[in-house]
C-alpha cells in the first residue's frame, strides 16, 4: 500500500473541475495546451483531451467534416467576447450562450466548441446536429471521455442554454458514468459524492480491468494536505472538483 497526498483545499486541477455561474475559476486553471489540429494553430484544447479529440474524429472518418471553433481562452479573450455578444446579440441572448469571464469552461482548456465544415459558421452558435456526422461524434464521445456539457433539458441546473456544439472533457470513465445516468457535470459532482473514501466506493470495468471511484472531501481549512491510501498495483489519478473536494480514480488490471 502507499499513500496519495491530495493538496488540502486546491480543489481547481483536475479534468472534473466543475466551472458555472456559482464556481468561478480559482486563479489561472490553464493546463497544458496544444493546438486541436495544425490548420487550425489557434484553437487549443488540454494536451490530453486534444489528443482523444484527434483519436474520436479519426475513428468516425470527420476529417473535412467537423471543424474546431473555438478551444481554449485566456479571460481577456472571454470578456472581449462576452461584450460583443451583448452589443450585438442583447443581454437575454447573451447570459443564456455566453459564460462570463471567471465562470467559462473555455478558461480551463477543457472545452471545446465544434461545428460542421460550411462556409459561413456562428462562432456562438455553431451548427453540430444530432444526425449525420454530429450523431455518429456522440455516439462515441463518452469513450474518449467527451460529454455534451450543455444538454437541452438541464438548463435550470446547468444555467446555460442548451449547446449540442460544445463539449466537455471530463475522461473516461466519468464521461460514460454520466451518459449512462444522464447526468450533467453539476449532477455528477453531487452524485459521486455518494462514494466517499471512507465508505463503499464506485465501481465499474471489466473482469480484466476494474476502475474504482470515490470522493474526497476537504479537511479543515488549517488542514495543509489529505493523505489517501491506495493499492500498489492502482495507478491513481486525482482531480479537485472545484467546490469542497477531490474525486480519485484507480484502475487495476
Not at 462570463?100 to 461545428?115: F, K, V, W, Y
Not at 446536429?129 to 437541452?152: C, I, L, N, S, T
Request: aromatic share 10%.
Amino acid at each position: 500500500m502507499r499513500e496519495m497526498v491530495l493538496p488540502g483545499r486546491s480543489v481547481r486541477g483536475g479534468n472534473l473541475i466543475l466551472v458555472n455561474e456559482k464556481h468561478p475559476i480559482a486563479g489561472e486553471m490553464r493546463f497544458s495546451c496544444v493546438p486541436v489540429d495544425s490548420r487550425y494553430p489557434g484553437i487549443l484544447l488540454h494536451t490530453r483531451a486534444s489528443s482523444c479529440l484527434a483519436q474520436l474524429l479519426k475513428e468516425i472518418r470527420s476529417e473535412g467534416k467537423i471543424v474546431p471553433v473555438s478551444g481554449y481562452r485566456p479571460k481577456a479573450e472571454q470578456e472581449q467576447i462576452f461584450k460583443d455578444s451583448v452589443a450585438e446579440n442583447g443581454w437575454e441572448f447573451t447570459r443564456k450562450y455566453v459564460a462570463l469571464p471567471d465562470h467559462s469552461e473555455h478558461q480551463t482548456g477543457l472545452a471545446i466548441d465544434l461545428g460542421l465544415n460550411q462556409e459561413n459558421i456562428d462562432f456562438i452558435r455553431p451548427e453540430f446536429p444530432y444526425d449525420g456526422v454530429g450523431g455518429e461524434f456522440r455516439k462515441r464521445a463518452a469513450r474518449y471521455g467527451f460529454v455534451e456539457r450543455y444538454p437541452e433539458g438541464k438548463e435550470d441546473v446547468t444555467g446555460i442554454g442548451g449547446e449540442p456544439w460544445h463539449f466537455r472533457y471530463v475522461g473516461y470513465p466519468h464521461s460514460e458514468i454520466m451518459e449512462v445516468q444522464g447526468l450533467c457535470l453539476e449532477e455528477y459532482t453531487e452524485f459521486i459524492k455518494n462514494y466517499p473514501y471512507g465508505g463503499k466506493h464506485l465501481r465499474t470495468g471489466s473482469r480484466d480491468k476494474e476502475i474504482e471511484i470515490f470522493y474526497v472531501p476537504d479537511e479543515a481549512a488549517e488542514s495543509s494536505s489529505v493523505k489517501v491510501t491506495v493499492a500498489d498495483n492502482a495507478i491513481a489519478e486525482s482531480s479537485g472538483n472545484n467546490v469542497d473536494g477531490w474525486v480519485v480514480t484507480l484502475w487495476r488490471q
